[in-house]
């Protein structure tokens, strides 16, 4: 009896379920309506968040792939690895702040390379001018490997003055561009006969009037064999310089004034060594050996290099990399340190 009951009341159910349904429905309806009426802020972000993902979704190609999958470029995929390059923060720093930040480097070059000299083999000024002329364009070691026989043959500018030009030449041909530099060398050695009585001069003004002669060479043969201060400006100390942010000028003249005012005069000689050297044997214009460097605290431009230090330990050249230097006759103080001496023209140099 109580099954059949039940049975009449489902099926008397069913019977009006269509109508209890539609008005369930319209109740949802009005609840809904009355929300967005009571949040319109709420219903207003949801439409701007459809609106946007539907902006911002990938769109497909013809072939039915989105666009981020199509394979980028090769400038593309450097320019993103170049943004992806973790960046030095580096603030902008007062003039005081650099005058120690630059000073703060050069005593800690001094300390790494107590022994940094002139890297050309000379033994008075005019063998020291000769071979600053010839170095241009090429190593000191290709020219230490060169002028033992020019200076064998041709020991004085009297001689060289008179030298015959051919001759020279095929001594000179090691040194690259051995035709231009001949001219400059037989043509400063008239010029030290006619003007200096075979002297070479100890002042500035007087340098720069010999052929082949600029204002680099001259503060090179002034400081190193008559012990007056000069800024050599060489393409190692001009790249060093700017990625220290000591100078943004490009121009030599322009880099030598900048760096200048920011040191003692009597400073200049030895600086000059000291960035020559570690640009050398360190801080290479293609991949510095940052992972190694001393001046890490120091450098803005910590990281453009190879910053692992057993990595960066194979890019340090000459005596801090266990190779030869490039002077055939270095300073015993070098020596001393651990140099060695570089091997004569045709033998093997052991890099």
Same mark, same amino acid.
């Given at each position: 009896?109580?099954?059949?009951?039940?049975?009449?009341?489902?099926?008397?159910?069913?019977?009006?379920?269509?109508?209890? @349904? #539609?008005?369930?429905?319209?109740? *949802?309806? !009005?609840? &809904? +309506?009355? =929300?967005?009426? /009571?949040?319109?802020? %709420?219903? $207003?972000?949801?439409?701007?968040?459809?609106?946007?993902?539907?902006?911002?979704?990938?769109?497909?190609?013809?072939?039915?792939?989105?666009? @981020? #999958?199509?394979?980028?470029?090769? *400038?593309? !995929?450097? &320019? +993103?690895? =170049?943004?992806? /390059?973790?960046?030095? %923060?580096? $603030?902008?720093?007062?003039?005081?702040?650099?005058?120690?930040?630059?000073?703060?480097?050069?005593?800690?070059?001094?300390?790494?390379?107590?022994?940094?000299?002139?890297?050309?083999?000379?033994?008075?000024?005019?063998?020291?001018?000769?071979?600053?002329?010839?170095? %241009?364009?090429?190593?000191?070691?290709?020219?230490?490997?060169?002028?033992?026989?020019?200076?064998?043959?041709?020991?004085?500018?009297?001689?060289?003055?008179?030298?015959?030009?051919?001759?020279?030449?095929?001594?000179?041909?090691?040194?690259?561009?051995?035709?231009?530099?001949?001219?400059?060398?037989?043509?400063?050695?008239?010029?030290?006969?006619?003007?200096?009585?075979?002297?070479?001069?100890?002042?500035?003004?007087?340098?720069?009037?010999?052929?082949?002669?600029?204002?680099?060479?001259?503060?090179?043969?002034?400081?190193?064999?008559?012990?007056?201060?000069?800024?050599?400006?060489?393409?190692?100390?001009?790249?060093?310089?700017?990625?220290?942010?000591?100078?943004?000028?490009?121009?030599?003249?322009?880099?030598?004034?900048?760096?200048?005012?920011?040191?003692?005069?009597?400073?200049?000689?030895?600086?000059?060594?000291?960035?020559?050297?570690?640009?050398?044997?360190?801080?290479?214009?293609?991949?510095?050996?940052?992972?190694?460097?001393?001046?890490?605290?120091?450098?803005?431009?910590?990281?453009?290099?190879?910053?692992?230090?057993?990595?960066?330990?194979?890019?340090?050249?000459?005596?801090?990399?266990?190779?030869?230097?490039?002077?055939?006759?270095?300073?015993?103080?070098?020596?001393?340190?651990?140099?060695?001496?570089?091997?004569?023209?045709?033998?093997?140099?052991?890099?």
């Amino acid at each position: 009896m109580v099954v059949r009951r039940d049975s009449a009341v489902g099926e008397q159910g069913s019977d009006t379920a269509p109508a209890e @349904s #539609k008005k369930a429905t319209k109740g *949802a309806k !009005a609840v &809904k +309506k009355v =929300a967005a009426a /009571k949040t319109p802020a %709420a219903a $207003k972000k949801t439409v701007q968040k459809k609106a946007v993902a539907k902006k911002t979704a990938p769109a497909k190609t013809a072939a039915g792939q989105t666009a @981020s #999958k199509r394979p980028a470029s090769k *400038a593309a !995929a450097s &320019k +993103k690895a =170049a943004a992806e /390059k973790p960046q030095v %923060a580096w $603030k902008p720093e007062s003039h005081t702040a650099l005058v120690r930040r630059a000073r703060g480097i050069d005593r800690e070059l001094a300390e790494v390379y107590p022994y940094a000299h002139p890297e050309l083999d000379f033994e008075n000024p005019f063998q020291l001018l000769v071979a600053t002329v010839l170095s %241009a364009q090429t190593t000191d070691l290709r020219v230490n490997q060169t002028t033992p026989t020019l200076f064998a043959k041709y020991p004085t500018p009297e001689e060289l003055a008179e030298a015959n030009p051919e001759e020279v030449e095929e001594i000179l041909r090691p040194c690259g561009f051995f035709r231009a530099k001949t001219k400059s060398v037989i043509g400063l050695s008239k010029g030290l006969v006619e003007s200096f009585g075979g002297e070479v001069p100890g002042r500035l003004e007087d340098l720069v009037k010999l052929p082949g002669v600029g204002r680099k060479t001259a503060f090179v043969v002034l400081g190193n064999a008559f012990g007056r201060p000069g800024i050599t400006v060489d393409t190692h100390f001009q790249r060093l310089v700017r990625r220290w942010r000591w100078t943004a000028e490009t121009d030599p003249d322009k880099i030598e004034a900048a760096v200048g005012a920011l040191f003692p005069k009597s400073d200049w000689t030895d600086l000059s060594h000291h960035v020559i050297w570690h640009g050398r044997r360190m801080c290479h214009a293609r991949k510095p050996a940052c992972g190694v460097c001393p001046l890490a605290p120091l450098c803005p431009a910590y990281g453009e290099g190879e910053t692992d230090p057993e990595k960066a330990k194979k890019l340090l050249k000459y005596e801090k990399g266990g190779f030869p230097g490039q002077r055939l006759k270095p300073p015993q103080a070098y020596l001393d340190a651990g140099g060695r001496p570089a091997p004569p023209l045709g033998a093997a140099s052991g890099t």
